[in-house]
């Protein structure tokens, strides 16, 4: 299958009722791994890298590691931009192939914010590709991105912002945070009330921290995405780290390689099926 369309992966998940997992890779085997645990679970969902990815690799070489791996799968997948940091790294990844766009300005002032994703959404939605942005500053740190103080999403504020940036999804932030040092105290009262105002769909980041039971709760209130990073990171450096541990003399990259992406992709089904209660 060739990669999905934001706009048709989103659409088929509100239409058969699932919470599409976004899944960040990083290189060949966090890919493969991530690729074969949705078609596993049997849970369509996003690859994605953040604009830190870029430093290691580039667009192209991401977008077509992914169609290449996707020619033996038929699990809808679309490939996704996460925490796009300039209109350069947006322009990058839609002229490399990418199906889903975030822009990530939450940092900026509010108008800022807005001039930002407004400017990433007229190029994205040229190309029929849906643009994701952020309103609230999510707690934590994951790669090198470092975020303030958690300033939850202002629901008197989301109307205005979805209608002006023209964004298509809403990262919103309730309490959840970035990767697995800080512990998530999700508001659901927030998302619910969020949820009635906001005319996109609402998108959690952080999602390797919160209890699938939330996620479950969180589906009601419009939840069309969660992230999840740090745990699958996690999984794969562990795998290494018994390795060395075992045998500080270890040298056989391709067979620990291989365990680390069997262990990320057991942990994928499990994230899969867990935030979809299946």
């Known amino acids: 299958m060739k990669l999905v369309n934001g706009y048709d992966l989103i659409k088929y998940a509100s239409e058969n009722s699932y919470i599409l997992p976004a899944l960040n890779t990083t290189n060949l085997e966090m890919t493969n791994a991530i690729v074969e645990g949705l078609s596993e679970a049997g ?15 580039n667009a192209k070489v991401i977008a077509d590691m992914l169609k290449s791996k996707m020619e033996k799968y038929d699990i809808p997948i679309a490939l996704h931009l996460d925490h796009g940091k300039s209109f350069e790294d947006v322009k990058a990844c839609v002229d490399a192939g990418f199906t889903s766009i975030m822009i990530d300005a939450s940092h900026l002032d509010y108008e800022e914010n807005i001039k930002m994703v407004r400017k990433c959404a007229d190029y994205c939605h040229f190309y029929n590709i849906p643009v994701e942005a952020e309103l609230g500053t999510i707690e934590g740190k994951e790669e090198d991105i470092i975020n303030g103080d958690g300033s939850k999403t202002n629901p008197n504020l989301v109307l205005d912002f979805v209608t002006r940036s023209g964004c298509d999804t809403l990262a919103v932030s309730v309490g959840n945070v970035h990767g697995i040092d800080l512990e998530p105290t999700i508001d659901l009262e927030l998302l619910e009330k969020i949820s009635k105002i906001s005319p996109v769909p609402l998108v959690l980041h952080g999602g390797s921290g919160i209890p699938y039971e939330l996620i479950i709760e969180a589906k009601k209130f419009n939840l069309i995405k969660i992230n999840i990073a740090s745990e699958l990171r996690n999984e794969f450096i562990k795998t290494f780290g018994r390795a060395y541990s075992d045998n500080p003399n270890e040298a056989d990259l391709i067979a620990v390689s291989l365990l680390a992406k069997n262990a990320v992709k057991n942990l994928v089904v499990k994230k899969a099926m867990g935030i979809n209660y299946i």
């Not at 849970?43 to 690799?57: A, D, E, M, R, T």
């Open 43 to 57: 849970i369509p969902g996003f690859v994605q890298i953040s604009s830190n990815n870029l430093k290691l690799s």
